[in-house]
């Protein structure tokens, strides 16, 4: 079965970076994308950004931009997420999913990780 | 960027009632690539719907979504109790760039 797991939860300061992991599980990992998404404490989920997990190409939401990166390696199914500069507005649970490719039919992000808590506090 | 609004904010309802919940976007979402997704608290989105009508793997038929264009609707037509959540609408297209609503949280009346 398709599981997406990610890694903990993380307390960073005020302009210290976070690296956040999602490891793919369950279906061939080169033949879907990975998107990002967070959710700050009581609001609505907020597009990240995106990578293929067949080229590492990537896309990001344009209020992140400069401030993000997004990798895989494709070695151990795994994608990752970097965000520097925190700022107490990065406080977030950070989730990536899956995202079958346009030509799947369907390009829905279907399969979810549990999500990772990000506090940004001085 | 496509926005989408979706109401009512909160739906309080009983257990057995049937819950109509609104997303309305600022354009027209091609290919109907709108989906619906439920979040209970402390648990990741889930998603119920796609392509505005279909419903993912394990969803119960007493779930239905529908609409095209910008003006779509998910229906539950006999609340449970465990349907009482939070749900997102979501534009998807085929750009990366996802976009989602505020939210409806259906609570029990």
């Known amino acids: 079965q398709v599981q997406l797991v990610q890694s903990g939860a993380e307390v960073k300061k005020p302009g210290a970076s976070v690296k956040v992991s999602c490891t793919a599980s369950?279906?061939?990992?080169?033949?879907?994308?990975i998107s990002w998404v967070r959710q700050a404490p009581g609001q609505g989920p907020e597009w990240v950004g995106w990578i293929s997990g067949y080229n590492g190409e990537t896309y990001y939401a344009q209020k992140l931009q400069g401030r993000v990166t997004m990798t895989t390696d494709t070695s151990t199914s795994t994608a990752y997420m970097e965000l520097r500069s925190l700022r107490s507005d990065d406080t977030a649970v950070y989730y990536c999913?899956?995202?079958?490719?346009?030509?799947?039919?369907?390009?829905?992000?279907?399969?979810w990780g549990q999500g990772t808590l990000l506090i940004v506090s001085s | 960027e496509i926005v989408l609004t979706q109401s009512p904010g909160t739906l309080s309802l009983s257990p057995g009632e049937r819950a109509t919940l609104s997303c309305r976007a600022s354009q027209s979402v091609s290919s109907s690539y709108l989906a619906w997704y439920q979040q209970k608290p402390g648990q990741a989105p889930r998603l119920f719907i796609y392509?505005?009508?279909s419903r993912a793997t394990g969803i119960p038929d007493r779930f239905s979504g529908s609409g095209s264009g910008t003006d779509f609707t998910l229906t539950i037509s006999r609340l449970e109790p465990e349907d009482f959540a939070v749900y997102y609408c979501q534009q998807y297209g085929t750009s990366p760039a996802l976009t989602f609503g505020g939210g409806t949280k259906v609570e029990i009346k």
């Open positions: 999913a899956r995202r079958p490719p346009n030509n799947s039919g369907n390009p829905v992000t279907d399969y």
């Open positions: 392509g505005a009508s």
């Open positions: 369950g279906y061939t990992f080169t033949n879907n994308g």
